[in-house]
């Protein structure tokens, strides 16, 4: 079974700007959570989408937002970039709802803000 | 809120050295609690995990016990491998599912 990818592995953008980031679940996981990892604040979770419905969101400003379509592919978007907002975001998926259960993470997207 | 509180690294260890990695947690109820483990060049991945306490969760020799009564849940191993050489993440999750909170994990390096 093909693990969680994430698309593209790196992308550099500018202050202002606004970025879109995709997650594809391993097949038959219905549940993505998004966490930006930074060496400042490590490991952050930011929100948690199962059957294309925000079931739970972490302590992220309202420029972080995602959504999730109905083969369970979830997009995160960032607007007006700041430059703390370069980070590791990991994608994650998982069997149901909740994070109290086993979660399988992808290999992340760089972002560098300039 | 809730939160995890992971020993500072790095940790340096001789081959068949044991192995302790503290981590204690501040819930409200009963929180699940994980270790997750990032080798080199890998993405994250479950280690092991326990969901109430006095369970103790266990995987490639890793141990590790919920204790409620000292809100920890240290990561242990009898004999570790240059192959252990990862980084290491105590989580919990909040005790309704919908939080999740990453300590700031713990760089092992396991010398031969």
């Known amino acids: 079974k093909a693990g969680v990818t994430q698309t593209p592995r790196y992308l550099i953008k500018t202050r202002g700007q606004q970025v879109t980031l995709s997650c594809s679940p391993i097949s038959g996981h219905r549940s993505v959570s998004w966490y930006q990892q930074t060496p400042g604040q490590g490991l952050q979770f930011l929100f948690e989408y199962f059957s294309e419905t925000q079931r739970n969101k972490g302590n992220f400003p309202g420029r972080f937002s995602g959504r999730q379509f109905s083969n369970s592919r979830s997009e995160m978007n960032v607007s007006t970039l700041e430059l703390g907002d370069s980070a590791l975001y990991l994608c994650a998926s998982s069997t149901n709802t909740g994070l109290n259960g086993e979660q399988f993470f992808g290999p992340g997207t760089r972002l560098t803000v300039l | 809120g809730d939160s995890v509180t992971q020993m500072e690294g790095p940790v340096t260890l001789s081959e068949e050295a044991f192995l302790t990695i503290n981590c204690t947690y501040t819930?409200?109820?009963?929180?699940?609690l994980f270790w997750y483990v990032q080798y080199p060049g890998e993405g994250l991945q479950l280690l092991l995990k326990a969901t109430k306490a006095d369970d103790k969760g266990s995987n490639k020799g890793f141990e590790a016990t919920y204790r409620k009564e000292t809100t920890s849940f240290h990561l242990e191993k009898g004999s570790v491998q240059v192959s252990d050489s990862a980084v290491y993440f105590c989580a919990l999750s909040d005790r309704n599912g919908n939080q999740f909170y990453f300590g700031t994990g713990t760089s092992l390096t396991v010398i031969p």
């Open positions: 819930a409200t109820g009963y929180p699940s």
